[in-house]
T-cell receptor, first 114, second 114 residues
Framework: EPEVTQTPSHQVTQMGQEVILRCVPI?????FYWYRQILGQKVEFLVS????????KSEIFDDQFSVERPDGSNFTLKIRSTKLEDSAMYFC????????????FGPGTRLLVL | GDSVTQMEGPVTLSEEAFLTINCTYT??????LFWYVQYPGEGLQLLLK?????DKGSNKGFEATYRKETTSFHLEKGSVQVSDSAVYFC?????????????FGGGTRVLVKP
């Protein structure tokens, strides 16, 4: 069964450093998403992406964040200058369509900012 | 904005016990409702969904009915197994809104003891 994959599974970085989280969505999916979950808190929406454009972004997704689909398979989330409060589990998801289509999630990348 | 509230855990049960996890929502539009499950060390997996009022979603012995009058989508299973130990997330998506984001509840950890 096709699945969403994410790399790395864990990343530790120093405050102020740039990180890139990578995702490979399911191959025929057209809509892509990033969510995050700070330890002990809710899963929060960050951004959705379709047709090489951001469809929607949350208040969390400020100028420090960017997303890109650099080729036909990868979908990346970049944090330009990490802060302590960026420490969280980051989930990538993809869906075939929008509306009532199911979003399929990857296993997550645990980011720790020191 | 849209929100989802679900009962806090952890919920500890014995094998073959009946499980209910309450979920209520607030939405201005026409949401679809979802239950996702997260097994230890894994990502979020769709468990079931319902896209309109009075729909019942079901999978793996779990059921939930979309109740518009009570704005609820409670998850039930008649006889749980140890393998059902996981964190369960209720979520909604308003398919009429751009971006198709999922709004999650806080998650309920379920522990089933043999």
């Amino acid at each position: 069964e096709p699945e969403v994959t994410q790399t790395p599974s864990h990343q530790v970085t120093q405050m102020g450093q740039e990180v890139i989280l990578r995702c490979v969505p399911i191959s025929n999916h057209l809509y892509f998403y990033w969510y995050r979950q700070i330890l002990g808190q809710k899963v929060e929406f960050l951004v959705s992406f379709y047709n090489n454009e951001i469809s929607e972004k949350s208040e969390i997704f400020d100028d420090q964040f960017s997303v890109e689909r650099p080729d036909g398979s990868n979908f990346t989330l970049k944090i330009r200058s990490t802060k302590l409060e960026d420490s969280a589990m980051y989930f990538c998801a993809s869906s075939l369509g929008q509306g009532q289509e199911t979003q399929y999630f990857g296993p997550g990348t645990r980011l720790l900012v020191l | 904005g849209d929100s989802v509230t679900q009962m806090e855990g952890p919920v500890t049960l014995s094998e073959e016990a009946f499980l209910t996890i309450n979920c209520t929502y607030t939405a201005t539009g026409y949401p679809s409702l979802f239950w996702y499950v997260q097994y230890p060390g894994e990502g979020l997996q769709l468990l079931l969904k319902a896209t309109k009022a009075d729909d019942k979603g079901s999978n793996k012995g779990f059921e939930a009915t979309y109740r518009k009058e009570t704005t609820s989508f409670h998850l039930e299973k008649g006889s749980v197994q140890v393998s059902d130990s996981a964190v369960y997330f209720c979520a909604l998506s308003d398919f009429r809104a751009a971006g198709n984001k999922l709004t999650f509840g806080g998650g309920t950890r379920v522990l089933v003891k043999p």
